[in-house]
């Protein structure tokens, strides 16, 4: 039976499938990009990777935000914000004005997982958490696959710049309906029925929302999920920011055969599901901290192996099947890794995930500036994935060292669950 909240998930798996549009929109339009306004690959990863800078910047007080003034207006910010730079993107005649204009679509964006990460905790209870973010995380990649076959027609009709006004409109007609359905609290919307309240639980998200950062900052379990989120989001960013480019001058793809890249995406998606169910079924069997390390664990290891296996093929069909199982593999874990944010930061998720993106941004910045110069330090696209495989083994490895049982907050909070019992909530 379709609950209520159910169409509030429908609403965020949409935003999730605009955001990587609108994300991955850069990378497939990079090589006409470069082309147009004769930018070297060095300049090429400053503009991809700017965005995770001012990402990065304005995470945590974007996530606070959302925190005290909920979802439903910060959400309606951002994406209006990110779509007006989407749009100036289109417009951009030179190297500097497009950074800018990357920089400020990052800042704008900036705080849309945690938004979304306290929606799904004010309106699921923990047994359906990770599923929830599983069917988010697996939009965002189907978006991601739908960037090609969107993007690449529109470019060859009517030019690169053309793209980003249609995606920018998209964003505009979101965030209009967005603002007028989804209430921030199962509590006051009417439609929702007291029996769906009481599935839900009663999170904790009134009240003070100060936040101690010194006891917090001095806990070894949030240093341990923001160096991992760092170590996954450090290969994560291949995808986002280097994938066709790769795929184009690394595997000799052409323009029309980058339509396959979106192979690698739909993996991704099916990580990211198969990662919430897999996750909330062993939540049930195993309690909250081997239910979900177990499932970071997998996959953040079998992604290092298969990028292991990417450098060592040539073959176009391989490359984009081994590639598709790094992705798988990242997915996998990344819906839990937001689940475990959420499982440790209660009424403080909007901070907490942002602490956790903001890591997650450094990383997704430092490989975006730095593969091009491993291209050329290392001689060429297939050796330059060395450090991916590398970071990728240091993130599940970090995965021992996680806990999801184990509250950031000192005070007790009363919708805590034991690690060795099943999750009921009432």
Known sequence: MLKYRHRVLGFLCLLAAITYLDRVAISVAGPRI???????????????????????????????????????????????????????????????????????FGAGEAGYLPNVGIS?????????????????????????????????????????????????????????????WYRDTPAENPKVTPAEIDEIGVPMFGGDHRLPWGAVLRRANLWAILLMVFCY?????????????????????????????????FLGACGNVSGGFVSDALVKRLGIKWGRRSVGLIGLSCAAVFTVATIMTTNKFATLLFLGLVYAGITL????????????????????????????SVGGFLFSVSFGY???WFGGYDRALIPVALMLTL????????????????????????????PVLS
């Open 120 to 180: 799904i905790s004010r309106w699921f209870p923990i047994v359906e958490r990770a599923r929830a973010f599983g069917f988010v995380w697996m939009s965002a990649q189907l978006g991601g696959a739908l960037s090609p076959l969107l993007i690449v027609p529109i470019q060859q009709r009517f030019g690169w710049r053309a793209s980003f006004y249609v995606l920018g409109v998209i964003g505009v007609l979101w965030s209009t309906a967005w603002y007028r």
């Open 233 to 265: 989001c450090f290969g994560l960013y291949f995808f986002i920011s280097w994938l066709h480019t790769f795929l184009v001058k690394g595997r000799g793809f052409s323009e029309g055969q980058l339509l396959l890249s979106t192979a690698p995406a």
């Open 34 to 104: 470069q082309e147009s306004l004769n930018i070297s690959p060095e300049m090429w990863g400053w503009v991809v990777g700017i965005f995770t800078v001012s990402y990065a910047v304005f995470e945590i007080p974007t996530g606070r935000m959302g925190d005290r003034n909920g979802a439903r207006r910060v959400l309606t910010r951002i994406v209006l914000w990110w779509s007006a730079f989407t749009t100036l993107t289109g417009m951009t005649t030179n190297y500097y004005v497009l950074l800018f204009t990357r920089f400020c």
């Open 333 to 360: 874990q990344q819906t839990v890794a937001c689940t475990v944010a959420v499982d440790v930061g209660k009424k403080h998720v909007g901070a907490i995930l942002g602490a956790a993106n903001t890591a997650g």
């Open 395 to 422: 993130g599940a490895l970090l995965w021992f060292r996680i806990d999801a049982t184990e509250e950031l907050i000192p005070e007790p909070l009363p919708d805590v669950v034991p690690d060795t019992a099943v």
């Open 374 to 376: 491993f291209v050329t």
